[in-house]
């Protein structure tokens, strides 16, 4: 359920940083960071994709860590409370970990991309 919300927002997000990259190539001053944006909306999608598994890795973990807690000796209010708590964190955690896949993606994309001009600058310089 929570990807219902998740996906559509990442989709514009990732044909926004798209469609400014492809603006910002119109403007002569400006056309270097065209480049940038588009790597950078590259990388959001591995960085989504791991900010989920990272996500699901660590719930994972810690389901398995509190499976063997007897819940079912607690009262009704005290299971429920802990049922929607759990439920609230997951859905917190998950938005917060797709937020923070897609801003390191972003990071890294950027930095793919300026360590390709590094590259090509030490090959320019090796080849004088």
């Keep these: 359920m929570p990807y219902f919300f998740i996906l559509p927002v ?16 119109l403007w002569p001053a400006f056309r270097w ?6 790597y950078g909306a590259l990388g959001t999608f591995p960085g989504l994709l791991a900010g989920n598994f990272l996500f699901w890795s660590g719930l994972l973990g810690f389901v398995m860590l509190f499976r063997h807690v007897p819940i079912a000796q607690a009262g009704e209010v005290v299971r429920n409370t802990v049922a929607v708590g759990f ?14 896949g897609c801003a390191s993606g972003f ?7 300026a360590r390709r001009d590094q590259r090509r600058e030490m090959q320019a310089d090796g080849a004088e």
């Design 33 to 38: 960071v065209s480049s940038y944006l588009f």
């Design 107 to 113: 990071v890294a994309g950027l930095w793919w991309r």
């Design 10 to 25: 990442y989709f514009a997000l990732f044909a926004g940083l798209l469609a400014i990259s492809a603006m910002v190539r």
């Design 87 to 100: 439920l609230a964190a997951a859905g917190i955690g998950l938005v917060i970990a797709n937020c923070a």
